[in-house]
Each structure stands twice: as C-alpha cells, then as structure tokens.
C-alpha cells in the first residue's frame, strides 16, 4: 500500500472509512436473520398457548403429570396430614423462604402445581419420595418438600410454580 | 505461496503462533502479498463471487437443515414451515434456492472466460481439472439438494436422473436399486440425498482448496495470456485485487437480491409447489435452467446408453481440454479464429439449453442433433486442428506493455459478450418457459392488476377478508386449506385480523383431536394453533366424493399454478418483477365456466369445458355464481369479484410474507447500490496509484 499519511483527514480517508463502515453495517445486518431463525417459530409459539386440565380424575394422596410448553408439570392432590406438613415448617430452615399459601391458590389448599424441573441442572425429580414426602431429584439429591420447596442438596430455589388459574373447582388453565 | 514468505509478525503471540503454525504467512502470501497480474479484468471477479457463493450457500444450507425433516412424509410440510413460521424462513429459502442459480452463472462465465483467455493451458492444467471436478461436484449436489423439498419436479426429477444409470450394460438395474435403496424413489432416497447434499458442499469447499492452491503455484492468467515478467506486471492482491473483487461481489450481490426479493419463483418450476405424488408424471419433466445443455445432449442421441454416455462425455471432454487445444498462445484476444469458434461455441451450448427446454419433437430433435455434434466438434476437431493451422497475432511482450496498449480494442469484445449473451439467455429463458406450452385453443389467462403486485406490492386487507369468505363459504366444501392456521390470520401482512378475531373465528370450526383418556378420536372448538381442517377425512374419502378426483390443497395454489408467457414476455418479466401467474390462473379459471365448447372438442363424460385448464375438461363443477356470497363492505356480488377475491386470498396462503418480502427487498437494494457506489469510487482511489 502506498504510505501517504497526512495529519490531516483527507477525503479520502473519509471515503475508505465510510466504505468500511457499510461494510461492517451490512455483515451486521446479515447476521440479524441468522440468528434470528433459531428462536422458537411461529408454530412453537402457537402450540405454547394455555392448556386447560381436568381435575376430577385426581384422587387425594395422588397426582398426575402434564405438559405444557415441552416442561412437565405436576398437579398433585395433597392429603389434610400433607398441607399441615408443608404448613407447619419453620421458615428460617428452608433455603428459599416462602409460605405454602403463597405457592397455591387460595381456597384451593389441596392442590399443588409445580413445574417439575429440578431447579440444580434440570432433572425430573420423582414425586411422593425423599425424606420430606415430596419430591427427591435421583440426580444430585435433591429434596423437596410436600409444597415443592428444597430441603436439601445442591438445587437452590423451590420447585417453579407456573402461571395458572382454577377455571371452576375441578378445572384449571395452565400458561 | 511459492516462495519463502515475507510476512513478519511484530506481536509476540502472533510470533508464538507462526513459528508453529504458519497460517499468517500462508495467509499473508496467499491473498496479500500474492502477485496479481495487473491487467486483469471483471471476468476475472468471478473467482471471488463464486467463493462468495459457497460461503452463501454452505451458511444458507445448514441453517435450513436445522428446520428440515428428510422423510417423505413430512419433507414438504417442513420446507412450507421454514417459510411459514421460521423467523426470516422465506428469506434464507430464497437465498439458497436462488442462490444455487446464481452459483451456477457465476461457475459458467468463470468457466467460460478460462476457455476464451486458455486458463486451462500449461502450466495451469491440473488446476483446470481440479475445476471440472469441482463442477461435477456442484451439478450432483445441485441435483440432490432440488430433489429435497420433495415436490413434483423433485421426485420426478429424481427418478428420471437415477435411472440414467439402468443404461449401464447387465449391471444397470442392480445399480438402479443400489441407488434408491428400495424399489423406487422413495425415503431411503431423500434420506441418503440429504445425506449427500449436506457432505458434497464441504467436499467441494475442500477442492477448492486445492484449486486456489493450484491457482497460486501456477500463478494466474490473464487477459494478455503472457506470464508476469517483472515487478511492474503484477500488483499485490491486496489491496488492488482484494478491492476489485469486493466490488464484483457487491454489483453480483445486487443482481442475486433482485432474484431472491422481488422475483425468487422466476427460476423454479410451478410444479415443484405440489407434493410428490408417484402416481402422477407432471406433463414436463424439466431439469433446472443450468442442466438443459446437458439434458439436451441426453436426448438428443437414440439410444439410451449412447446418450447418457454423450451427456457425461460432454462434461468429461473438459478435462482433456488442455491437451485437445495445444495452441501456443493462450488468449483468444490474439487468436482470430479461435475467437470467432469460441462465440460460436457460447450460441451452441445456449441453444442446446433452448433445446433443453422443448419438448422432444419434430425440428428440436433434428436440432439437437445438429447442436450436439457442434459441441463435440468444438473439442474434438475445431480446437486440434486450430492449434496446428491458426496464425495467431503478436503478443505484447510484457503485461505492462499490454496495459499501456490498450485501445478501443477492449471495449469491442465486452460489447458482444454482452449482446451474445443477452440474445442466447433470452432464448435459453423462452426456451424455458415454452417448456410448459400448451397449443392448442390458444389460452393465456389474461394479465390482471393486483395490489400485490410491484415492489411496492401489498395485500389489499378487505379483499383478503372477501376472500377468506369465499373460501369459507364455497371452497372450503371440497378443498384443504392445510398449510394455513387460523393464528395467521392474525400475522402481520395478513388480513388484518386481531388475535381475538382469529380466535373467535377458529371456534367457529369442529377440530378432530384425541385420543383421549378413554382412547377415542373427539372433536373440539379449533383454537388459532390449530390448521383449516380439510373436509374429508382422507384421500380416499375425498375421491369417492368427486368422483375419483381428490380436490388438491389450496395452500399454495397460487405459486403450484403457471402458464406459459411467451418469449420476449418472459425476458421483460424478469425486470417487470411479473410474479403473479398464479393469481391469473386462478382467476381465469373461475370465470372460464362461461364459454361453449368449440365445435369438435370431445368432453369427456363428467366434465366441464374450461379452456383455462389444461387439457380443457374439468371435473370440477362451475363452483362460483352471482349473489353466492354476500360482502359486508358492499363489494358486487359478482363472479368476476368473486373469482379476483379468492385468487388474491390464495395468493396470500401460498406466500403469507409477500409484503415482508418486498419490504426488505426495498431496504436491501438501497442499501446494496449505496455499497456498489463507495466500493467503486474506493476501487478506483486505490487504483490510481497503479496507473
């Protein structure tokens, strides 16, 4: 390259850095839909609509397992001796402090929705095992309680509650 | 890269790494420091564009394999929802479908400007081999990658292809089968062709390795076809070729986004808009444009192995190229005869690809013929004996002096490539599209004015929301809509809808879902995730109720759907941006109800005269008449309404982001022409101290 360096910006300085500055502009502009294309697709999104859930086949002491957005969820009928577990726990021994009553729907005590992903590294944890009576992830060990908050091992925080809402008494609309 | 290198890091982890691995210097020398013969010219940017093209394409490629589904079932409907749902879908389609198009034009004039200048000739011989497998490399994977969105052309295309090879003697059946990994085409194909579409590129890339590597031990050619003699012949690559090249890439890149914006079906066949179906042989079975010479030459010779061992002899005799043609000096500029047969040759290899395209009867067979062994002529006598009796004009003794000399003399050839180029392409095009002719009763839909149409195109709202209603109400009675959610019709560039509007009206529809708890099929409220339901509940069911003709699926009608447009048409259509014979069709078709049929025309039992549809009987009763439907806007209630509605509503189906697509196109092209301006007037500051 010839070396003609001025002090001074010279025009044509400008017309090489205006050219780079296109260039760079349009690499950027290009990279915008490549990586764009690996969010969820509009069908994706669409099939991650609200989902409603049959209660009545649920009985007391029992739960059952639902999908929604590719996250299982568990709905889990609680025994009287159960919420009084959950209820009666002093809160300075949890790790992540919060109330049974905050993480189900008021006048609905019996029931517990729980998104049930180990909140460590993702595993399902197992319903109605570990030491507590809730749920034990097989993974690292971790426990939860009857109201899905951790107890003990590695996880950090309660089992997610997902957004929902009783429809009537025995149905409830998931997302 | 021949040479010890000059490249001298200062930055002591630069150092570290060198010492190590020299990927600096191999860098250095090979696109910086590298000598670039200085009279080169723009045919010689096509290097670049097509490096430029692999990257495009391998980039393109394997973001569409993460959204594709090789099987043959789903196939179709995954390519339709890369377009559909995927962000930006449509456009990284486009690119790569029309952009293994562009890869071909640009390995054509690369190829071409190496037979004009004798790039092939000594030294440079293996580097023209590695060449013509490269593009033997590029026609298999071109091949494999049309065969994949699973259509009618791809299927078809497919079998006709692979059966090539049941031409071999004794083993050919056998070799058949090992192909398809089964008893026909079918998803052992797709699934090995995916296979193969995904590996070639990288195999390719990898001989293009050895190519450039050829490239710079040789050196390169140039339009004087004299070596570089001295340090005044040559200038670094960088920054005068690396410029230079920039500047081609960014003018192609402009033409390339005129394809992929604003005319990216122009290229591809209607039919591939229609699923494979191997009860159906589409009336036409037409290689994409880049083949048809080739496709010519095939059936061209009456016998079936003669002609499949013409077709690869006439890419194999490239190979031989350089010892076919031992003329001492390279370049055609200094050979008058050679110059002339190599025109000749450029019209030969343009009208086999017309011929390519028509149907294999009468005059086009006597001319295939007669092309086919002007294409062989062309290697096997022309250019042996030209080398031993041509006188060709003196060379000028240096590169410098070559530059210093040049006159008028350099315009001429530019001018005629041009006019040679622009007649042969627009026969090859027409050639194309005559393809698809049908003679008889004279029909061309007429052209209509559509909202949509332009680059400034936009779907007309209320005639959208007409049309839905007319498919609602009459279409939807026989025919799927299965590529559309109700949640579309909420989609930007839609009809406008609110989410709530969709929703209410996907309620309106009883969704077939299950099993349940119980194991049975029960049907619900649709919900806008939910697909237009078809009305019957297969195929079987849908023939039984029309008489054994299933209705097709509407969903891409509009882009499934093209008539022939003639040949000079064809060539304005491109600048036009004419995209809209679907629309056309659709719309003569519902109003071609009206007319008799001409004396002498036999209607077969059950059918209706329509001369829109080819063949003229359509089992489809007159589905549209005045008053059917009302509108709440007050638009007539006509069947010329009707019919324009409901095309336009198709329209939108087969291609939801049309107005997305446009609107992009508009910003892109701005900004390209912008790019192209400083890249030139750049060029052209760095230049001036060549000179």
């Known amino acids: 390259m010839t070396s003609t360096t001025s002090a001074e910006p010279t025009r044509r300085d400008f017309l090489y850095v205006a050219t780079g500055a296109a260039a760079a502009v349009g690499a950027a502009a290009v990279a915008w839909p490549l990586i764009s294309q690996m969010n969820p697709d509009a069908s994706t999104i669409a099939a991650g609509a609200p989902i409603e859930v049959d209660l009545t086949p649920i009985a007391e002491g029992q739960d059952i397992k639902v999908f929604w957005r590719g996250k299982p969820i568990y709905i889990m009928n609680r025994t009287k001796k159960q919420v009084e577990e959950a209820r009666s726990v002093n809160m300075s021994n949890l790790p992540d402090p919060q109330t049974d009553q905050a993480r189900v729907k008021e006048g609905h005590d019996q029931w517990l929705v729980v998104i049930g992903i180990c909140t460590h590294l993702g595993c399902i944890p197992i319903a109605h095992e570990g030491s507590y009576g809730g749920f034990f992830c097989p993974c690292h060990g971790s426990v939860y309680d009857t109201s899905g908050r951790i107890r003990q091992g590695p996880a950090p925080l309660n089992l997610a509650v997902p957004p929902y809402a009783f429809v009537s008494d025995t149905k409830i609309k998931i997302g | ?691």
């Open chain 2, 1 to 691: 890269m021949s040479g010890p290198s000059s490249y001298n890091p200062q930055n002591p982890a630069l150092k570290w790494i060198e010492r190590r691995l020299p990927l600096g210097g191999l860098i250095h020398s090979s696109f910086i420091a590298y000598p670039t013969p200085r009279n080169l010219n723009y045919w010689w940017t096509f290097g670049a564009i097509l490096s430029m093209m692999l990257a495009v394409q391998i980039i393109t490629g394997v973001i569409l394999a993460m959204h594709y589904t090789p099987h043959v079932d789903l196939a179709f409907k995954s390519v339709e929802g890369i377009v559909r749902d995927v962000n930006y879908g449509w456009l990284l389609r486009y690119l790569h479908s029309n952009g293994a198009s562009m890869f071909f034009i640009a390995v054509y004039v690369h190829m071409l400007r190496g037979l004009y200048y004798g790039s092939y000739k000594e030294p440079r011989e293996v580097l023209w081999i590695l060449g013509v497998i490269i593009y033997l490399l590029m026609m298999a994977t071109g091949f494999m990658g049309y065969v994949l969105p699973w259509g009618q052309m791809s299927f078809w295309g497919a079998t006709v292809i692979t059966n090539l090879f049941s031409a071999i003697p004794y083993v050919g059946d056998s070799i058949v089968t090992l192909l398809w990994g089964g008893y026909a085409v079918g998803n052992p194909t797709l699934n090995r062709f995916f296979s193969l579409h995904y590996l070639l590129p990288f195999v390719i890339a990898g001989v293009v390795v050895l190519h450039v590597w050829a490239l710079h031990v040789a050196g390169q050619n140039n339009p004087a076809g004299v070596e570089p003699k001295t340090e005044k012949d040559t200038v670094p690559f960088t920054p005068y070729a690396t410029i230079k090249d920039a500047f081609g890439m960014a003018c192609f890149l402009l033409f390339f986004a005129w394809f992929v914006f604003y005319i990216p079906n122009y290229l591809g066949d209607p039919d591939n808009y229609v699923q494979a179906n191997p009860a159906v042989t589409p009336a036409h079975i037409v290689p994409e444009w880049y083949y048809l010479p080739f496709y010519a030459i095939l059936r061209s010779i009456p016998s079936k192995l003669g002609g499949v061992i013409a077709m690869f002899g006439a890419i194999i005799v490239l190979a031989f190229l350089p010892w076919l043609d031992s003329a001492k000096t390279r370049s055609s500029k200094y050979r008058p005869l050679a110059k002339q047969f190599f025109w000749i040759f450029v019209a030969v290899c343009l009208g086999l690809g017309y011929l390519g395209a028509q149907p294999p009867e009468g005059i086009y067979v006597i001319a295939g013929r007669i092309l086919t062994v002007c294409y062989f002529a062309y290697f096997l006598i022309v250019l042996p004996l030209l080398s031993r009796i041509e006188t060709a004009r003196p060379l000028p003794n240096s590169i410098a002096d070559d530059v210093l000399a040049k006159s008028g003399s350099r315009k001429a050839p530019m001018v005629s490539t041009m006019i040679a180029v622009a007649v042969g392409g627009s026969l090859l095009l027409g050639g194309m599209n005559n393809a698809k002719a049908e003679n008889s009763h004279g029909t061309t839909p007429p052209s209509l004015s559509w909202s949509f149409a332009g680059p400034f195109g936009k779907f007309d709202q209320g005639q959208l929301q007409r049309g839905l209603k007319i498919y609602k109400e009459v279409c939807s009675a026989c025919h799927a809509l299965s590529l559309v959610a109700f949640r579309n019709l909420a989609d930007p560039g839609g009809p406008g809808y609110t989410p709530a509007q969709a929703a209410a009206f996907a309620a309106e529809y009883k969704i077939k879902d299950g099993p349940n708890d119980a194991g049975d099929m029960f049907e619900r409220p649709g919900r806008p995730a939910d697909y237009f339901p078809s009305p019957f509940p297969n195929e079987q069911a849908a023939r039984a109720a029309n008489g054994g003709a299933a209705p097709p699926d509407l969903s891409l009608m509009a882009k499934a759907r093209g008539y022939e447009r003639g040949f000079p048409q064809f060539i304005f259509d491109a600048f036009m941006q004419f995209q809209e014979k679907g629309p056309n069709y659709i719309d003569a078709l519902l109003q071609g109800y009206e007319e008799k049929a001409p004396a002498g025309f036999a209607l077969p039992e059950g059918s209706y005269y329509n001369r829109i549809f080819p063949g003229h009987a359509i089992k489809m009763p007159k589905p549209l008449s005045d008053g059917q439907v009302t509108f709440d806007d007050g638009s007539p209630a006509t069947v010329q309404q009707y019919a324009k509605d409901v095309a336009a509503f198709l329209m939108w189906t087969a291609e939801p982001h049309l107005e997305a697509r446009k609107r992009l196109g508009l910003q892109v092209m701005i900004f390209l022409i912008i790019f192209c301006g400083l890249l030139y007037f750049t060029k052209r500051k760095v230049w001036a101290a060549a000179h």
